[in-house]
């Protein structure tokens, strides 16, 4: 998968991790990226230290498709806590409002409405969030209380999966971009009269990338530096999916790697679609398509 260069190895794929709770997905991309011994690596969508799940880590040309993966949907399962909040809005945090009432089944399918489609979303206190250059997390361990502006957000869909208890309710939720699960834990509660916080939150997809093609987190760990390891690696390609795929002559694969717009085969693509241009299968270039020809943006390197 890659040639050893003096700083690691020139490893270039998609590794889909199932991030165990209690880690940073920061840790757990320092971990990948010493495990596989690669040069470069990054992730495609950060999850909260007690979050588990899907964590797709790309290494290499792969990290240039990362924003199709973090603009892509995906898919959480989570449990609301009813009857408290916290300032975290999770487990984490101090509880802050209670409340004795527990909303039924009925009630809280009635309320889910309004949480599906364009919605605006204040982030967390405790959130990666900017304010006039500091992290809004920085602030709120500090005691300050912080006026965050809502966000936009893209809800597919919100459901009611289990009922456990009177206390306690399984969601799922599909969404796009910049999405707050703690968020909209709290949002509910406090629609429901009740309050709430994320009590267990897991994602099962993202784009592309689902929970059943996760590595678990100790395996690869016991065996880094194997090469055994590059098995659980993912073509470079998969995180192009949502894109449509242009076929291309050596000769235009030349230009295009050289940053200059070559004749690409037609197909189902209109003219200023973003699209990707492959070789013998292995991507060449992703830029938009103009009257016959892919102008690149960004060019991957061949492997060597």
Request: aromatic share 6%.
């Amino acid at each position: 998968m890659g040639r050893r260069g003096k700083k690691g190895r020139d490893v270039s794929g998609w590794l889909v991790v199932d991030k165990p709770a209690g880690l940073t997905s920061s840790a757990v991309v320092n971990k990948a990226k010493w495990a596989f011994d690669a040069r470069k690596a990054g992730h495609a969508g950060t999850l909260d230290p007690d979050a588990t799940g899907v964590l797709a880590i790309a290494f290499g040309e792969a990290t240039k498709t990362v924003p199709y993966i973090t603009d892509a949907l995906k898919c959480y399962r989570f449990t609301v806590r009813l009857g408290q909040e916290t300032n975290t809005d999770d487990a984490q945090g101090e509880v802050r409002k209670t409340s004795d009432t527990r909303p039924d089944d009925s009630a809280i399918n009635a309320a889910l409405g309004p949480f599906v489609g364009d919605i605006l979303q204040v982030p967390p206190q405790f959130s990666a969030v900017k304010i006039d250059g500091q992290r809004a997390y920085k602030r709120a361990r500090a005691g300050d209380e912080i006026a965050l502006s809502p966000r936009p957000l893209w809800v597919e869909s919100l459901d009611l999966i289990t009922r456990d208890d009177a206390d306690h309710a399984t969601l799922e939720m599909v969404c796009g971009k910049g999405g707050y699960v703690r968020a909209i834990a709290r949002d509910l509660g406090r629609e429901l009269g009740c309050f709430g916080h994320v009590r267990t939150l897991r994602r099962l997809w993202s784009g592309p990338f689902e929970v059943s093609d996760a590595i678990d987190f100790d395996l690869f760990d016991k065996m880094a530096k194997s090469p055994d390891l590059d098995q659980f690696l993912l073509p470079l390609e998969t995180g192009l999916s949502s894109l449509p795929e242009l076929r291309c002559t050596a000769e235009a694969a030349a230009k295009m790697r050289n940053g200059n717009p070559a004749m690409v085969l037609t197909a189902d693509v209109n003219y200023g679609d973003e699209a990707w241009a492959s070789l013998d299968g292995q991507a060449v270039a992703i830029g938009r398509y103009r009257a016959g020809e892919l102008h690149p943006s960004r060019v991957v390197v061949p492997p060597t």
